[in-house]
């Protein structure tokens, strides 16, 4: 009996697409990846073994869920699109330790999952390949929620990760940029061209690896007073932040918002 190619193969993936009838769907995002070596890269970027367990948004047809099974401890994959459920039933049925979860990431009640799905003596990583129409409201649940990620590694559109790792007096500098890095190191790992898809983006991604801060004074400031503040700073721009700060003081009267601490 000869072997399956990998699941992210240009072959095998096509293959599945045409068994299946599936089209992708532009409106939930799906680009397979279908570039071995990219695959290799993430699996490398996010420093993937068997003390990991994984999260992975938006596991398609099972391509990288496949790396990430061959590395990590478990992988818990959430996938909003019921249609995939069949093929990823099949195409990850090698894998003992994977669990797909039909749900919208975004509605994931995720401290209760994690707390059902894995061992707590691992550590605990979200690695995926984005829908890129939510990137930025997934970004913002990962590095704001309650759940400690040891990692985050993420690819998405070119611009956006620009964006998140831009500095002062630059163009794409607002306020993604300044939040994600007051609470994250970013690094962008490596740029992956268009041509590493089925079917093809417009534009090229590139894979962001957010980890959390240690070298700040850890001093709990309000987090949801201190992401409007800068959301104001940014939509705001002619006023002073001074002038900015103070209507958030008035309107977070409680509020333990400390600009010193940002
Ligand atoms: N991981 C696969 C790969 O790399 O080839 C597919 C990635 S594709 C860019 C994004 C995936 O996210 C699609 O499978 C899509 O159905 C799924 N998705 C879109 N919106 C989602 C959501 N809100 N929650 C969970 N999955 C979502």
């Known amino acids: 009996m000869t072997e399956n190619p990998q699941i992210a193969s ?20 799906q680009n397979f990846l279908t570039d071995l070596g990219v695959l290799d890269n993430i ?32 992988v818990l994959g959430f996938e909003i699109d019921a249609n995939l459920l069949p093929v990823l039933d099949e195409t990850l049925a090698p894998y003992d330790n994977v669990e797909i ?22 550590k605990l990583k979200v690695v995926a390949n984005l829908p ?19 990692a985050i590694v993420v690819m998405m559109q070119k611009e956006v990760a620009e964006r998140i790792n831009a500095k002062p007096s ?19 790992s490596f740029i992956v061209p268009k041509t590493a898809f089925i079917p093809q983006p417009k534009v090229d991604s590139a894979i962001v690896k957010l980890t959390q801060r240690t070298d700040k004074p850890v001093e709990p ?3 949801k007073a201190f992401i409007s503040f800068v959301r104001g700073c940014f939509m705001h721009q002619r006023k002073r932040c001074g002038i900015i700060y103070r209507g958030y003081l008035e309107k977070h009267r409680k509020s333990r918002l400390k600009l ?3």
Do not use: C, W
């Not at 993937?48 to 099974?69: M, R, S, Y």
């Open 132 to 150: 890129y129409y939510i990137t930025t409201p997934i970004v913002m649940d990962l590095i704001t929620g309650q759940t400690h990620f040891d």
């Open 43 to 74: 699996v490398e970027a996010a420093e993937i073994t068997k003390d990991d367990n994984v999260i992975e948004i938006g596991p398609g047809i099972g391509g990288l869920t496949e790396q990430l099974a061959k590395a990590a401890n478990k």
């Open 10 to 29: 240009p072959i095998r993936t096509q293959a599945i697409l045409n068994r299946y009838h599936l089209s992708a769907k532009k409106s939930l995002g």
């Open 170 to 188: 630059t163009k794409p500098y607002g306020s993604l940029s300044v939040i994600v890095q007051e609470l994250n190191n970013v690094d962008i």
């Open 101 to 122: 979860i039909n749900q919208d990431i975004l509605k994931a009640n995720l401290p209760d999952i994690i707390s059902q799905s894995f061992d707590s003596d691992k």
């Open 260 to 262: 010193k601490t940002f």
């Open 221 to 223: 400031f309000d987090q």
